[in-house]
């Protein structure tokens, strides 16, 4: 089990003695463990847990206790439970110091945990017997487990009533806390109901720890009663694009299918059980526990439905399209053909699967109550202006898409302060970029509504121009003025210097200033130029760019690429790059990230090349494309996509990839080399008509 939801959960709202001895304890484990070397008594967690004061929230269910009776018992608590969480992270695999280190670290706990309950119960009580059972049941509940995450049973076994065994044996050792209160109490009367309280509130924990993890909880293969709902087998682990392919499909089945849903009013429904039966024996501090669990529940709750309901909302209110293709004449067209089929079906589901959900708290000092934010605006703006390349080749079949993609994009634009877009508008810490501005802009100037740019572009731009330019040509990615500031634009400066980063970009200035290009290039003939002369300063010695918020260098290679070939096609930045891209090809006629081809950074890399032919400098590469086509044959997936490739990189929480971003790329790459093959078999018919006249 993670920590996560206990972590959450901070220290409520006890008297000052309480947080004294909460205090002492802490200084005492620090004290017990100065005999152990510095590794093995590294301290488990930075943030406070909920064990660090367990025995005090069931002070008012054994009134005869004081504080100092309850003193050894909490140091005890602490120490074991500090050992338990690091053996979960070791059978998890996710222990973050060598193995050995880690042993000798739950060791070392245990052992002094062991010496001090010895210290306080005698070795015939009932506490002994007691704590027998709940160690046996934790083994158990692991062995159990660790069957499921090894693959011994299927996952379709991992019934609820699996989980809920695995959940409450898993947390069963924090009963020996009650047992040990009730023996210095010398008083069972409550322990029946306290310790079925205490597995009602476990089982709500695991619940909600399921949802937050399920991602984490699917690479490491280990089974959750979430994920066994919609996998019945065990997926194939150390295949990352196996798990990247398995993530797609599961985010979307997740939330819109109600999984979720279900999941979280689960934990709700064992909360209300927990609080029902402590609702007269326990006090406020245990109260104020269950009810941050609950509010966090809800709020998972209403963000759940929020984006369901909003992403179903568009799709009711979309306008019906038919796709109307013609028999492909090339192979390029094949896949051209099969790409286009998958976008228009996500577009007809809201493009729910390119959108970018993060899991963002308070606890992280950020302002808003819902914790899950998306962002697509980037996405369905990549999307719309792959569909205006199709748009031109299939004669204007996509203006309607087009329009209302374009909409869309308005519509998300926003509306205090100096507009523009935020990749997730919810995140009030979260300023506007240039990034997203460039992409919108490139999207509103393709579909013709230059009007629109102009209404809703000029001022986040002046601003970006005027107060976030540096001397060298850079400019900012985020754009917030250098005076003036409300307080919400203070609070984005304060969130770009601790958790977001500052500074240029070299695909973010690209792509803005190859926006630039196509809105106005003589107005901003300056800009542009100063830009390009920062950029060209910024090339790699291989000839790349390195990007900061993507993956790889063949993004940034790229939207250089574009900006150069337009508008310094002489510079010998561009035939740098192009030797970069051609010298990087592999075996199998693709480009990848790491060991392996993907075909993302093979979309990606075509298009690149493409600009050779664009700019007429080179004329070579026809044997490259045509072996990246056949890769990007064989990479195809059945349902006519390509599969996810990590692509934006986020400063905080998971990295983003979707199937539809990589088969939009694609598509944008076999139509760009459709296009300029196409031509080339032109030129060489009008030479043989010349020779033959």
């Not at 488990?44 to 025995?55: F, M």
């Not at 500090?82 to 042993?103: E, G, N, Q, W």
């Not at 007269?280 to 369901?308: M, P, S, Y």
């Not at 300063?537 to 290679?557: E, I, K, L, N």
């Amino acid at each position: 089990m993670s920590l996560q939801s206990f972590e959450a959960l901070s220290s409520p709202p006890f008297s000052l003695h309480i947080q004294q001895e909460i205090e002492e304890t802490r200084k005492a484990v620090g004290r017990l463990l100065e005999r152990w070397s510095d590794e093995v008594a590294l301290t488990s967690s930075s943030q406070v847990t909920i064990y660090e004061y367990y025995p005090y929230l069931f002070l008012k269910a054994f009134p005869s206790l004081t504080l100092a009776d309850i003193r050894p018992l909490n140091l005890a608590s602490r120490l074991f439970a500090s050992s338990i969480f690091r053996y979960d992270k070791i059978m998890d695999c996710t222990a973050t110091v060598d193995l050995s280190t880690s042993i000798l670290f739950t060791q070392a706990r245990q052992l002094e945990a062991y010496y001090l309950l010895h210290q306080i119960f005698p070795p015939k009580t009932a506490f002994w017997e007691r704590f027998h059972d709940y160690v046996v049941e934790y083994a158990k509940a692991c062995v159990y487990e660790h069957r499921f995450a090894s693959g011994d049973q299927p996952w379709q076994e991992y019934s609820e009533a699996v989980a809920l065994q695995i959940a409450v044996g898993k947390n069963g050792i924090s009963k020996a806390t009650i047992a040990g209160l009730a023996e210095l109490a010398q008083d069972d009367s409550l322990l029946k109901p306290l310790i079925e309280a205490i597995n009602h509130f476990n089982i709500a924990c695991q619940m909600s720890d399921d949802l937050l993890d399920w991602k984490e909880d699917l690479y490491s293969g280990i089974p959750s009663l979430l994920l066994s709902r919609i996998v019945h087998e065990r997926p194939a682990q150390g295949n990352n694009e196996e798990m990247t392919r398995w993530k797609d499909i599961l985010a979307r089945e997740i939330y819109y299918d109600g999984h979720a849903r279900y999941i979280v009013e689960l934990a709700l429904e064992s909360l209300e059980r927990a609080d029902g039966i402590t609702a007269n024996l326990l006090g406020f501090e245990w109260h104020t526990i269950t009810a941050k669990l609950r509010h966090r529940c809800q709020a998972l709750l209403q963000d759940i439905e929020r984006i369901v309901d909003a992403n179903l909302h568009r799709v009711r209110s979309q306008p019906k399209f038919v796709l109307t293709l013609p028999s492909a004449q090339s192979q390029w067209q094949e896949i051209i053909w099969d790409g286009l089929r998958f976008i228009v079906q996500q577009w007809r589901l809201g493009f729910g699967e390119a959108r970018h959900i993060m899991h963002l708290t308070q606890e992280e000092e950020f302002s808003t109550a819902q914790e899950y934010h998306y962002g697509d605006v980037f996405q369905r703006a990549l999307i719309a202006d792959a569909l205006c390349d199709a748009n031109e080749l299939l004669h204007d079949q996509f203006q309607q898409v087009i329009d209302y993609e374009a909409s869309y994009l308005v519509s998300c634009r926003l509306t205090s302060g100096i507009g523009g877009w935020s990749y997730f508008s919810s995140v009030p810490e979260l300023a506007p970029d240039a990034d997203d501005l460039g992409q919108v802009m490139q999207v509103l100037l393709r579909a013709g509504r230059k009007a629109e740019v102009a209404e809703y572009c000029e001022t986040p731009l002046a601003v970006l121009l005027q107060d976030n330019v540096r001397a060298d040509g850079s400019f900012e990615t985020w754009i917030v003025p250098a005076t003036g500031r409300t307080p919400q634009q203070e609070r984005q400066v304060q969130f770009n210097q601790s958790k977001w980063g500052t500074g240029p970009d070299n695909e973010v200035m690209a792509n803005l200033l190859y926006a630039l290009m196509l809105y106005d290039q003589e107005r901003f003939t300056q800009t542009i130029w100063h830009g390009m002369t920062y950029l060209e300063s910024q090339q790699q010695a291989d000839g790349s760019w390195v990007s900061r918020w993507y993956y790889g260098s063949y993004y940034g290679t790229y939207v250089c690429l574009r900006l150069f070939t337009v508008a310094q096609p002489n510079s010998p930045t561009i035939e740098r790059a192009l030797s970069f891209l051609r010298s990087h090809q592999r075996d199998d006629g693709g480009w990848g990230l790491k060991d392996e081809s993907d075909p993302l950074s093979t979309a990606l890399a075509l298009l690149g090349l493409a600009t050779a032919q664009e700019c007429n400098s080179h004329t070579g590469d026809l044997n490259r494309v045509e072996r990246a086509l056949v890769y990007l044959q064989h990479s195809q997936e059945d349902d006519n996509s390509w599969p996810s490739i990590q692509f934006i990189r986020p400063r905080m929480n998971e990295p983003y990839g979707s199937r539809t971003i990589t088969s939009t790329y694609v598509v944008k790459a076999a139509i760009t080399w459709n296009r300029l093959l196409e031509n080339v078999s032109v030129n060489k018919s009008d030479i043989v008509s010349g020779a033959k006249q």
